[in-house]
Nanobody
């Protein structure tokens, strides 16, 4: 299983970024997918989840600003991030499971300047 995240970068507060996560080695269409983030000195936290049928769930701190989506044909999950804040600065990781095992991508860095 490989998860390849991309789309991070440096953006000013109030700006937008779109993250992508391409998955290989799994039956993507039946897997729930997740975005996590980890800021320096902080624990990794769940940002958003999308189920196999496309139902999203969000952490309270991103509700109304971030949108998670998926394209099963492209085996890709997305995270559209709008109205970014400096506190959104973190490395963003995609995660899925197969059986009882978690699989993580390498992450993509998002930096929001004030």
């Amino acid at each position: 299983v490989q998860l390849q995240a991309s789309g991070g970068g440096l953006v000013q507060a109030g700006g937008s970024l779109r993250l992508s996560c391409v998955a290989t080695g799994i039956n993507f269409a039946i897997n729930s997918m997740n975005w996590y983030r980890q800021a320096p000195g902080k624990q990794r936290e769940l940002v958003a989840t999308i189920t196999s049928d496309g139902s999203p769930n969000y952490a309270d701190f991103v509700k109304g600003r971030f949108t998670i989506s998926r394209d099963n044909v492209r085996r890709t999950m997305y995270l559209q991030m709008n109205s970014l804040k400096p506190e959104d600065t973190a490395r963003y990781y995609c995660k899925t499971m197969r059986g009882s095992r978690d699989y993580w991508g390498q992450g993509t860095q998002v930096t929001v300047s004030s």
